[in-house]
């Protein structure tokens, strides 16, 4: 298993940047393609970006191309969201997620597809 906490969050105004960190415990998370998903109040659930466990392969959500950076650091067991350019409907809790996969170049891009998940971290985003 693997326990994933999220922080970085906060206020911030549209035009400006945010770096959110997943610190992630347990063996082997080397091993495990990761994503940012986020929810804003009264909507489901959304995909923002994914990342393989080799971190060579990765997915950005359409509303996110070009502003948002997803890495990984494997010997720190941490994955981070650079968000620049940061609008008023960025604003939503994000969610860091793992699935285990032995295949290195495989990222999901799908909600569906994570099991392990963090408590979430809220991002706002005045105008």
């Known amino acids: 298993q693997v326990q994933l906490v999220e922080s970085g969050g906060g206020l911030v105004q549209a035009g400006g940047s945010l770096r959110l960190s997943c610190a992630a415990s347990?063996?082997?998370?080397?091993?495990?393609?990761t994503g940012w998903i986020r929810q804003a109040p009264g909507k489901e659930r959304e995909s923002v970006a994914a990342i393989s466990w080799s971190g060579f392969s990765t997915y950005y959500a359409d509303a996110v191309k070009g502003r948002f950076t997803i890495s990984r650091d494997n010997a720190k067991n941490t994955v981070y969201l650079q968000m620049n350019s940061l609008k008023p409907e960025d604003t939503a809790v994000y969610y860091c997620a793992a699935r285990n996969t032995n295949i290195g170049g495989a990222y999901y891009s799908s909600v569906k597809a994570y099991n392990y998940w963090g408590q979430g971290t809220q991002v706002t985003v005045s105008s």
């Open positions: 347990g063996r082997a998370f080397k091993t495990y393609a």
